[in-house]
């Protein structure tokens, strides 16, 4: 449930040789629809609380909300990928894992629960140093509309990272209205 913003902060950390001025939003990843039942609509407010708790630092009370939104509706792949989130946040990365591979599964691997589990799951496969798995990860989640996926991909194309990297280069010249090199 991040926000357009917190998405721009971590591409510009994560993509240092991007452009600012070139984030775009994650508007092509299709939304998850068609669950309205009762429990789903309690599912989506103990993730909310969830959040709000994880944005306060209280890792351990979002991961207990988190927990009962996985209880309450333990088919919403949703729930998984948060509490994914929760579990990544503490350091948790094997629970994180777990959880990421049943939002994938639980969602067909469509939709944005889809989405976000591929790409928090290609992040922990890069950390523990399985590339393989990461490209595959993010290649699954650009295809479902992850620009953020897309990046990745790109700078894992050495030709692509050095052209991003020259262009890059150029650009703050330009904005700096020093010679270029």
């Not at 775009?24 to 599912?43: C, F, I, L, M, R």
């Not at 209280?58 to 792949?77: H, I, N, T, Y």
Request: negative net charge; glycine residues 4%; proline residues 3%.
């Amino acid at each position: 449930m991040a926000t357009s913003k917190d998405r721009a902060i971590l591409d510009s950390i994560i993509n240092p040789l991007l452009p600012n001025d070139e984030f775009v939003p994650h508007n092509d990843v299709q939304e998850d629809t068609g669950h309205d039942s009762e429990a789903v609509k309690t599912t989506k407010e103990f993730e909310k609380q969830g959040v709000i708790f994880a944005e306060s630092g209280r890792m351990d009370q979002a991961l207990e909300m988190f927990g009962k939104a996985v209880e309450c509706s333990p088919m919403w792949a949703s729930a998984y990928n948060n509490r994914a989130q929760a579990f990544r946040l503490l350091k948790r990365n094997e629970e994180a894992m777990k959880d990421l591979d049943m939002a994938i599964q639980l969602s067909n691997g469509k939709g944005k629960a889809a989405c976000q589990a591929y790409c928090q799951r290609a992040m922990l496969n890069h950390y523990t140093g399985n590339e393989e798995l990461a490209f595959k990860d993010w290649e699954c989640a650009s295809n479902l509309g992850s620009n953020f996926a897309k990046n990745q991909l790109i700078q894992k194309n050495p030709y692509a990272a050095l052209c991003n990297k020259m262009l890059y280069d150029v650009f703050k010249n330009v904005k700096e209205g020093t010679d270029i090199k």
